[in-house]
């Protein structure tokens, strides 16, 4: 592959950040092959010039690169191997979910099986951010592959930061952990502001304006107060999916034999979040977690 050259991408999962990669990739000229296991859910990027697959194997056959986007490492399993008789040797494969550490070793022997060049690259960023190509792109995989993905680096993401060359490693996925342990963190503070400041008679929207501009202050911080606030829960990363990470950061932290009493506590109350029919709505929705459905 020349690096100039527009190359084919099959994009395996086009929920809420795979949907806006895809588009990412089609905005900067790349070709874009979507799949999807609920097919309706690629269909929309028909429209945006993508051509949506029916069949895995079809969509990554002939693809230079094979990103998958998937909920976690059991998906992406699967998709790689329902896409099995479409791939070939020498695709590299961006492996951009965060699946944590435990599917590593599997997703790398199955790379190794199949001829893949696997990059390990979880990616951080919401909606906003994946429909904008403005991704921060955590990558650990082999030196050879730097140059051909860049193009695909630079229409999905800002900033990308290459973090070794074995993906099994898992230095990538070590990392992103560590940054949703903030992400959570701040979210759950936000929602826990709001909830103190609702219960004390204040309006919510002071904690944000009084600490504006000041060393704690955050764009992220300020985001999240104000969604909750508002009630306004639409989706920019779901709930469902950010009780899958906690639960991934208080695993990692017990394999590494740190105690994280705040993230056991930040699942528990996401994972209440998801039972109380949440899951669909933005993270931001642990302020809902246990509160009566007028809470909404």
Do not use: C
């Amino acid at each position: 592959m020349n690096a100039d050259k527009t190359r084919a991408v099959a994009v395996l999962g086009t929920g809420i950040m795979g949907a806006g990669m895809a588009r990412s990739l089609l905005r900067a000229g790349i070709e874009v092959r979507a799949w999807n296991r609920t097919a309706a859910r690629a269909e929309p990027l028909a429209a945006s010039g993508a051509r949506v697959e029916a069949d895995a194997a079809d969509a990554v056959r002939g693809a230079d690169v094979v990103l998958t986007m998937l909920s976690d490492g059991r998906a992406v399993a699967a998709a790689m191997q329902a896409a099995t008789p479409g791939l070939s040797e020498g695709q590299i494969w961006l492996q951009t979910s965060t699946v944590g550490l435990e599917p590593l070793p599997g997703l790398a022997e199955f790379a190794a099986r199949h001829g893949l060049l696997l990059v390990d690259a979880p990616v951080s960023g919401t909606r906003q951010p994946a429909e904008n190509g403005q991704l921060m792109v955590l990558a650990a995989g082999p030196q050879q592959v730097r140059e051909p993905l860049a193009p695909v680096l630079d229409a999905i993401g800002a900033k990308t930061l290459w973090l070794g060359e074995d993906a099994a490693s898992g230095t990538a996925t070590r990392l992103k952990l560590v940054v949703n342990s903030w992400v959570l963190a701040t979210t759950t503070a936000a929602a826990e502001a709001v909830a103190l400041s609702e219960a004390l008679g204040i309006d919510p929207m002071l904690f944000p304006r009084t600490i504006a501009g000041a060393v704690t202050d955050s764009p992220f911080l300020q985001m999240k107060v104000k969604a909750i606030a508002e009630r306004n829960f639409e989706p920019n990363f779901s709930a469902e999916m950010a009780a899958k990470d906690a639960r991934l950061i208080t695993l990692a932290g017990e394999d590494a034999g740190v105690p994280l009493p705040m993230a056991a506590a930040i699942a528990e109350r996401l994972a209440r979040a998801v039972a109380d029919g949440h899951g669909d709505k933005d993270m931001a929705a642990t302020y809902l977690a246990g509160r009566p459905s007028d809470a909404a």
